[in-house]
Nanobody, 114 residues
Framework: QVQLVESGGGLVQPGGSLRLSCAASESMFSFHRMGWYRQAPGKQRELVATITNGGSTNYADSVKGRFTISRDGMKNTVYLQMNSLKPEDTAVYYC????????WGQGTQVTVSS
């Protein structure tokens, strides 16, 4: 059973930055892809950003140019650097891994508010 443990969420003012971390319990290179999703109250969970085993990245249009996904293979950790945060970025952010099975983290709350 793979464990994904997120950290780094919190309360930030609009325009601020946060960095989320997701530590995997085994080598991230055993997964085809890792990424971040988010779910705001009353809304469906949506993709934020992904990174494949080969290093290719993909972003939701709403975060392009503001968020950056990266990884540290030595630490089996995936990061999400979030800049220029907006109130609409408020959500629970979930770490996700895919291949050969699918796993989710427990989520970390991000609140953007003045």
């Amino acid at each position: 059973q793979v464990q994904l443990v997120e950290s780094g969420g919190g309360l930030v003012q609009p325009g601020g930055s946060l960095r989320l971390s997701c530590a995997a319990s085994e080598s991230m290179f055993s997964f085809h892809r890792m990424g971040w999703y988010r779910q705001a109250p009353g809304k469906q969970r949506e993709l934020v950003a992904t990174i494949t085993n080969g290093g290719s990245t993909n972003y939701a249009d709403s975060v392009k140019g503001r968020f950056t996904i990266s990884r540290d293979g030595m630490k089996n950790t995936v990061y999400l650097q979030m800049n220029s945060l907006k109130p609409e970025d408020t959500a629970v952010y979930y770490c996700h891994s895919l291949g050969p099975y699918e796993y989710w983290g427990q989520g970390t709350q991000v609140t953007v508010s003045s």
